[in-house]
Structures are given as structure tokens and as C-alpha cells.
T-cell receptor, first 109, second 118 residues
Framework: GEDVEQSLFLSVREGDSSVINCTYT??????LYWYKQEPGAGLQLLTY?????DMKQDQRLTVLLNKKDKHLSLRIADTQTGDSAIYFC?????????FGQGTELSVKP | GAVVSQHPSWVICKSGTSVKIECRSL??????MFWYRQFPKQSLMLMAT?????????EQGVEKDKFLINHASLTLSTLTVTSAHPEDSSFYIC??????????????FGPGTRLLVL
């Protein structure tokens, strides 16, 4: 199977919280990342978390890491229409980034 | 900080011609740059890892003679698609790692180059 797995779609209403989930396989990954990709654009680094942390909060973004279950999540509070994009989680393996398939977040007004 | 640019942003070429894509780190020196390819509605596929002053390391299944990579300086890497064919049409994205900082080897991505081969 895939090294990193994400659900493909998530739809929320504007103002609600969005939670995007990711599972990874390499327990030796030092850092885990969340990237955002808008249509026709490159990837924008949203946030990252060091593997010895359980949680990291940055304004509207909260990252939770469950290292035992190799589960990573990204919570976006007060989701806005501008948050509509594809979100990729990524683990590091051998100096390379291994991406999930991406979760397409659709925010409805 | 950590801005990466790509040029051109899009290119249309005839089958059989070669196309060069530039990737630049604008405000930092990047010892390592990566080249990815992305098909519509899919994730990024790593093509090769480029280290300044040395030969690129290609991923399995990527033809090194087809996709020439040159990393001549700490701020510039180029990808040349030689003898392009319609199946080479894709979105090509580069990234660069900043060698210092608290985020390990975080990769910063360029805006991508869309290639269409007719």
C-alpha cells in the first residue's frame, strides 16, 4: 500500500472546523509536514511538527501527532472559502519527502 | 524568507524540441533541490534529487538522458526535457532545502511549470 494515506475529499461549511487526517508508516520520520496546494500553483508549506511533539498550534491551524498509531491530523478552525485547496501531508524518509495522495477541501458558503 | 521561483510558469512546445525549466532559491542557498512531476488530481512524484556540484540522483523509472538536471550553483537548478513528446506534458515542480534552521530539511516549493507538448 501507499506509504502515506489520506482521505481524498472533505466538504465543510464556512465557519466550521475542518479536520484532515493522515496515516504514515515510517516511525523514524523526524518531521512531518502539511502543505497546501491551490489550483495551478506549487505547494505552500503550512506547518510542520517535530516527531517528539504531540501537538502544535499556529493561529487557526492545529496539528496533532499520535506517534504510536502513526496518525497525523490538521485542524483548521473557522474554515474560510479561501481555505479551499488540496492539502498534502508528508513524512521524511531518507532525506526525501513522501507525500500522501492529497485531501481536497471544499468550503461551502 | 525561503522563496523559490520557477521559470517559465508555462510553456507550449512542439514534439521533438527540448525545453529548459529553471528553479531558483531567491533568498537562501540551497545545497539540495528536488524535481517533481504532478499529473492532474494526483500527488507529486519525485523525479530526481539535485546536489550542487554533483550529478543528480534519479528515481527508479526516470530516464536521466530524457530529463537532464544541472545544479551549477547554490541558487539555481535546471531541468531540461529533451526531445519532448506529448506524454511529457505535465506540471513540473521544484523544491529546495534550506540547510539551517529548526525545521530540519524542510522543502520549499516553487510555483510550478506547466508543460504542454503538441
Amino acid at each position: 500500500g501507499e506509504d502515506v494515506e489520506q482521505s481524498l475529499f472533505l466538504s465543510v461549511r464556512e465557519g466550521d472546523s475542518s479536520v484532515i487526517n493522515c496515516t504514515y508508516t515510517d516511525s523514524s520520520s523526524t518531521y512531518l509536514y502539511w502543505y497546501k496546494q491551490e489550483p495551478g500553483a506549487g505547494l505552500q508549506l503550512l506547518t510542520y511538527i517535530f516527531s517528539n511533539m504531540d501537538m502544535k498550534q499556529d493561529q487557526r491551524l492545529t496539528v496533532l501527532l499520535n506517534k504510536k498509531d502513526k496518525h497525523l491530523s490538521l485542524r483548521i478552525a473557522d474554515t474560510q472559502t479561501g481555505d479551499s485547496a488540496i492539502y498534502f501531508c508528508a513524512e521524511t524518509k531518507g532525506g526525501k519527502l513522501i507525500f500522501g495522495q492529497g485531501t481536497e477541501l471544499s468550503v461551502k458558503p | 524568507g525561503a522563496v523559490v521561483s520557477q521559470h517559465p510558469s508555462w510553456v507550449i512546445c512542439k514534439s521533438g524540441t527540448s525545453v529548459k525549466i529553471e528553479c531558483r532559491s531567491l533568498d537562501f542557498q540551497a545545497t539540495t533541490m528536488f524535481w517533481y512531476r504532478q499529473f492532474p488530481k494526483q500527488s507529486l512524484m519525485l523525479m530526481a534529487t539535485s546536489n550542487e556540484g554533483s550529478k543528480a540522483t534519479y528515481e527508479q523509472g526516470v530516464e536521466k538522458d530524457k530529463f537532464l538536471i544541472n545544479h551549477a550553483s547554490l541558487t539555481l537548478s535546471t531541468l531540461t526535457v529533451t526531445s519532448a513528446h506529448p506524454e511529457d506534458s505535465s506540471f513540473y515542480i521544484c523544491s529546495a532545502t534550506e540547510p539551517t534552521g529548526n525545521s530540519g530539511e524542510t522543502q520549499y516549493f516553487g510555483p510550478g511549470t506547466r508543460l504542454l507538448v503538441l
